[in-house]
């Protein structure tokens, strides 16, 4: 069962440079066999016996066929990945139907009901979906790692009338590790790169890195599929530019079209990832729809919050909720991977999310917390703002205004003295 999505208001965000989404990881090649060349060498007869009829989509075709059976040339999208960091997907299996025996309740069930992007049917599909099956254990390990995540992205896309294939997007990116760095810099769950992160306002410092953050990176990778919606009109169009660019996919449909052709995947003249990036979605969209034709089962996730959202308004050090609440450290970082250190410091990120059964525990601790009674002054000079003096000492203009009983009655002038809120000490995550 499908159903129509109702589109977003069309937004004006800050203007994009051209190409400045591309977040691909190149694929790895391996090195020709003899029966590598071989296969070349028919593909390369052919092409000269089929003469100039023979498409460029169609030879992009013969070589997504003569890489399929090589489990070293990438897994489903990403270069097996290096201890420690996954990146990309790559790799594959037949369209089927929506089964509406489903258990109520389960997050697949419901990402199901919101599939509403046109299905592909081609041998790329294939291939994907042969991938797909050759690597279990990385596709059972990707699926447990979404689970944090998947629910909130799916939510989020249903509250924009937005298509739920887009929250499988991430598979593609990250295998929903929102640690992944690509070679060219992109990072987090939608591998933004620096420039497009900063464009759609992801903070990027040293206490933060927004591309990492679970809900910032969400709405801006939202927002931009939005936007490249908008500017064409097509979803199998706005995926390829978030992949490869919106002005490289622009040239690409105009190149098309010059040429008398329709702007489709297989008139579009696209390097060899973005060509494959539908057919990995659909393929990922084949397997949440049918996972038995796969012979896997679906990780049971139940259709609710997986965290909490915490507001603080004052500079917090993890390491000690963590100890307070009798928690694993690694539960609070898992859902705030993008705080650079396991501090929560006000002035640069205010919400702290946390696993919803620990939730009460963790409130409890923040109560108790205490930081440290080391109070440091700082004595107003002319021209001082209080947002500037908040800054030099790396606290909240809130937590200065609380702290020194500052408000519209009551300002900063010049010969004040000012008690400056401790600041939690700097450190890593593994210490």
């Not at 258990?103 to 990402?111: K, R, Y």
């Not at 979605?281 to 609710?304: C, D, M, T, V």
């Not at 915490?310 to 963590?322: G, H, N, P, Q, T």
């Not at 705080?339 to 620990?358: D, F, G, I, K, W």
Request: aromatic share 8%; proline share 7%; glycine share 6%.
């Amino acid at each position: 069962m499908h159903f129509h999505f109702a589109l977003c208001p069309v937004r004006h965000p800050s203007p994009l440079k051209s190409d400045s989404f591309k977040n691909g990881i190149k694929p790895y090649t391996k090195a020709a066999t003899n029966g590598r060349f071989k296969a070349v060498f028919g593909i390369l007869a052919g092409l000269i016996a089929a003469g100039p009829n023979l498409s460029w989509a169609n030879a992009q075709q013969a070589e997504i066929a003569l890489n399929a059976d090589s489990e070293e040339v990438q897994l489903f999208g990403l270069v097996a990945p290096n201890p420690g960091l996954e990146l990309k997907m790559s790799g594959p299996f037949d369209l089927i139907t929506l089964d509406l025996a489903e258990e109520a309740g389960d997050v697949w069930a419901d990402i199901r009901k919101g599939f509403s992007i046109p299905d592909l049917e081609t041998q790329a599909v294939d291939v994907r979906e042969r991938a797909l099956l050759k690597n279990k254990r990385m596709v059972n390990n990707m699926l447990q790692r979404s689970e944090p995540y998947i629910y909130f992205i799916a939510q989020e896309c249903a509250k924009r009338g937005m298509p739920s294939e887009l929250a499988l997007l991430p598979f593609i990116e990250s295998q929903f590790n929102p640690h992944a760095r690509s070679p060219s810099a992109a990072e987090g769950l939608w591998q933004f790169i620096p420039s497009t992160g900063r464009q759609f306002d992801l903070k990027q410092n040293k206490w933060v890195d927004e591309r990492r953050d679970l809900v910032a990176s969400t709405r801006a990778a939202l927002d931009y599929l939005t936007y490249l919606y908008d500017m064409h009109g097509d979803w199998h169009l706005a995926l390829l530019s978030y992949n490869w660019g919106e002005g490289s996919v622009l040239r690409a449909v105009k190149k098309a079209q010059e040429a008398g052709l329709e702007p489709t995947l297989d008139n579009l003249e696209l390097p060899l990832e973005t060509r494959h990036y539908i057919p990995k979605l659909q393929a990922l969209k084949n397997l949440i729809q049918s996972p038995e034709r796969f012979g896997l089962s679906l990780p049971k996730f139940p259709n609710k919050p997986y965290f909490a959202e915490i507001k603080r308004s004052a500079d917090v050090d993890l390491r000690e909720i963590a100890r307070l609440a009798d928690v694993e450290l690694e539960l609070i970082r898992k859902l705030n991977p993008g705080l650079n250190q396991p501090v929560l410091y006000a002035a640069h990120s205010n919400t702290l999310l946390v696993p919803v059964e620990y939730s009460a525990k963790i409130q409890a601790s923040l109560k108790q917390y205490k930081p440290p009674k080391t109070q440091r002054s700082y004595t107003v000079k002319k021209g001082d703002t209080l947002g500037e003096i908040a800054q030099r000492f790396d606290v909240s203009v809130k937590a200065l205004q609380k702290l020194n009983g500052l408000g519209k009655k009551k300002l900063i002038k010049p010969g004040m003295k000012l008690s400056i809120p401790h600041t939690p000490k700097p450190g890593s995550w593994e210490s």
